[in-house]
């Protein structure tokens, strides 16, 4: 089922980079991706309005980028407390710790053990694949850490250089995100609390509960 959802999912993400109405034909994907993004205010860019797409991107930032695109503001302010209990890494900073635990919390990221999280890491390609596969619910029965670059540009949401990719730009980062909201159910108006499906939450919270 999950491969003709990707099959037709595909084929909208493919008309919506086509259609005029919402890209310039001049613009490049990561435009086009972040743009859609500043809109929602999930990635914000400096106070020119630069977006910085060819600058790295730390752990930290993908945590926030996460959080963003997964629940609403008010939701993370609600829950603070919960987040920020959950936030166990000792390099994380005070105003990351409700980002950074959110994810940790519902299974989306990851330390690498001995309350380390790598928050000023930076983000390597099979780290941003992973959290996308994660987000949109893929479970890890026919794909890894080491696969996750394969596992996405087989269901045609990474170009395919994202495998050979070391690092991620800020812009890498924004197509993945674009693509991925895209074949995802986005709540944007319907629900106070989340911006991805309820369902989808609904499975992340109660694998991780403790």
Wanted: hydrophobic share 40%; net charge negative; proline share 3%.
């Amino acid at each position: 089922m999950k491969r003709v959802c990707s099959l037709c999912l595909s084929l909208v993400l493919a008309f919506v980079l086509t259609c005029p109405a919402l890209a310039a034909v001049t613009a490049t994907e990561p435009e086009i991706a972040a743009a859609y993004l500043k809109e929602r205010g999930i990635m914000v860019g400096a106070e020119d309005g630069n977006m910085m797409l060819d600058s790295g991107l730390t752990r930290t930032e993908l945590a926030v980028l996460l959080a963003r695109i997964t629940v609403k503001p008010e939701y993370l302010e609600a829950e603070q407390k919960l987040y920020i209990r959950a936030c166990r890494f000792t390099d994380v900073p005070n105003w990351a710790k409700v980002y950074v635990g959110f994810c940790s919390y519902n299974g989306l990221m990851a330390g690498y053990g001995g309350e380390v999280f790598g928050a000023g890491d930076p983000v390597t390609s099979a780290a941003g694949c992973t959290v996308v596969l994660r987000y949109l619910g893929y479970t890890e029965s026919d794909w890894d850490y080491s696969s996750a670059c394969s596992k996405l540009v087989s269901l045609g949401l990474a170009p395919s250089e994202f495998i050979t990719k070391q690092v991620l730009t800020r812009g890498d980062m924004a197509i993945l995100l674009y693509r991925a909201l895209h074949i995802q159910n986005y709540v944007v108006d319907t629900d106070p609390t989340t911006t991805m499906s309820l369902s989808t939450y609904s499975n992340y919270a109660d694998s991780n509960e403790e």
